[in-house]
């Protein structure tokens, strides 16, 4: 095997020949559609605020391409899982099941609703929840009382379950959705980083009550900031429209609302962005999974782990993703490899090990603490076809 910064070398030189960038970020957006058409028509007609065709046609665009029967916009992907807490019933004083590697929307969502997390482990193989790590937590920790389900530990209830499809990577979420079912949680999907991956052919976000999506310039698409929330449910959907857009009750010229709500509206003109990303979103997909294969291609050979898809899914390639051997190597990674102009990240600080969490139950997060020290992602953005042809 090769050493390490020989291997590290190599591999800078590669994404170089990859991204004809001086400087290759970890994930950027790709605007070569009609992403200006939209927006000068949104300009030209006046219409871009929280009212237009574009932001009613983003919905329509992502109810179809996920498969869900609704789809409602919002301002970002954290205000998405915010209206999604309190819609399945989240209260203040609850508990909700997530994990401690997510990044801290998911959290601070949870805590906007005045519930505080739960941290469960996630599986070594998908970085999402694990459900046997779940259904061990709940064995021990909760009991039914009514329709609700309990933690005998702090008395409190535990009010949804929200899992996260880390870096686009489908985790076992019908095995996730048969626990809730056990215990009567609702389950929210954290897909923020996970549109277009599919679990047995159904889209991520789609398996449970609802499903949240963020549309972040970092994002497989974008709409400079923007979120989704995804659902089957008409009344939550309804529900959903509602309290987003302040509670206002529907009339010509008064202004009446019917109770204190949020001012969550995806702007038209993020929209229209939107409504251009998503008209390429297959050709971009297509793209990263070259890219994802090329990387397989370097990778095998090596001492480093590149993660790959679990059976029966197929991500999106958002983030690729490598394990290293050991937290030194891993370091040695990142420090050579940020220092040359190509970024690459570690997991997020775990959730449990922030000052505002810290205190928070979790199920000892065995696996969730190895990756942390291991896992760096690679940069990933759409390569330009030209740049994949030229290799080999
Ligand atoms: C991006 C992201 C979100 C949403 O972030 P916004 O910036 O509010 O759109 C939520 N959860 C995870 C895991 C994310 O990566």
Request: charged residues 25%; contains cysteine.
């Given at each position: ?25 970890l994930h ?260 990263k999974?070259?890219l994802h ?24 390639y958002w983030l690729n ?56 992602n690679i940069p990933s953005s ?11």
């Open positions: 095997m090769k050493k390490n910064d020989i291997l590290i070398d190599e591999f800078i030189f590669f994404v170089k020949e990859i991204y004809s960038e001086s400087n290759i970020p950027r957006p790709v605007f070569n559609g009609n992403e200006k058409n939209y927006l000068s028509e949104c300009i030209d007609t006046n219409f871009v605020s929280s009212v237009g065709k574009r932001v009613n046609g983003f919905e329509k665009n992502i109810a179809d391409y996920t498969g869900s029967n609704f789809a409602i916009a919002t301002v970002n992907g954290t205000s998405a899982l915010h209206i999604s807490m309190i819609l399945s019933g989240v209260e203040p004083g609850d508990e909700v099941l997530t994990q401690a590697l997510t990044f801290i929307a998911t959290c601070n969502a949870i805590s906007y609703s005045g519930a505080s997390p739960i941290f469960i482990d996630v599986d070594i193989d998908t970085l999402g929840m694990s459900p046997k790590s779940l259904k061990a937590f709940l064995a021990k920790y909760a009991i039914k009382k009514g329709k609700h389900t309990f933690n005998k530990l702090s008395g409190k209830r535990i009010g949804a379950c929200v899992p996260m499809h880390t870096f686009g990577f489908p985790l076992r979420i019908e095995e996730i959705c048969d626990i809730c079912e056990d215990w009567n949680i609702p389950l929210i999907e954290d897909a923020a980083e996970s549109l277009g991956s599919l679990s047995n052919k159904k889209h991520t976000g789609t398996f449970g009550q609802m499903g949240t999506l963020s549309f972040n310039g970092n994002k497989v698409i974008t709409t400079g900031g923007g979120g989704m929330i995804i659902t089957d449910d008409k009344d939550i959907a309804k529900k959903a429209k509602h309290i987003t857009t302040t509670a206002k009750v529907p009339h010509s010229f008064k202004f009446i609302h019917d109770e204190i709500a949020y001012n969550y509206r995806m702007p038209n003109i993020n929209a229209a962005l939107g409504c251009a990303q998503i008209e390429r979103i297959q050709e971009m997909l297509s793209k999974r070259i294969n090329q990387y397989r291609d370097f990778f095998s050979e090596t001492s480093i782990h590149l993660m790959e898809k679990i059976p029966d899914t197929e991500p999106n993703t490598i394990v290293l051997d050991s937290k030194k190597n891993r370091d040695e990674f990142l420090n050579l490899t940020n220092a040359k102009g190509v970024m690459t990240r570690p997991i997020w600080e775990l959730m449990s090990e922030l000052e505002m969490f810290k205190h928070c139950q979790n199920d000892g997060l065995t696996n969730s603490y190895k990756m942390y020290e291991l896992v760096v759409v390569p330009f076809l030209k740049d994949i042809k030229n290799k080999k």
